[in-house]
């Protein structure tokens, strides 16, 4: 049987793994094991903090419809309610928009949720 030589994949690989190291300090971006595992834990981390990001976001839009919803007098969970009750089609990210950029129009928002709830 004739040899195999496997030196091409074998680079190619390594190459792929220096190249997603590439910016570590030290051994991690040098050497062979310690850059596998580090690219492999970026890489795990990456996943589960595109995952961790969408919550942080939403919490974040909660937090600021909350505080321009208490300066209008009334709680988030009620403002929900209402809009939900007045079928207000505004998700939770459009409303932090406007309560950050254009706090006039939030408060013709929270109107409309008091008018429904009737308070």
């Known amino acids: 049987m004739p040899r195999v030589k496997r030196g091409v994949n074998a680079k190619k690989a390594k190459r792929r793994v220096f190249k997603a190291a590439k910016g570590y300090r030290g051994g991690r971006s ?7 595992e580090a690219v492999d834990r970026a890489l795990c ?3 589960a903090h595109r995952r961790t ?3 942080e976001m939403r919490r974040l839009w909660i937090a600021r419809i909350n505080a321009a919803a208490r ?3 009334i ?3 009620r403002l929900v309610e209402g809009l939900t009750k007045a079928e207000v089609g505004l998700d939770r990210k459009v409303l932090a928009d ?5 706090p006039a129009a939030f408060t013709q928002i929270t109107d409309i949720a008091k008018k ?4």
């Not at 406007?98 to 254009?102: E, G, M, P, T």
């Open 30 to 36: 040098k050497l062979l094991r310690s850059a596998t």
């Open 45 to 47: 981390y990456a996943y």
């Open 53 to 55: 990001k969408k919550r």
């Open 71 to 73: 300066s209008n007098g």
């Open 75 to 77: 709680s988030y969970s």
């Open 98 to 102: 406007i309560a950050l950029k254009d």
């Open 116 to 119: 429904t709830l009737s308070i």
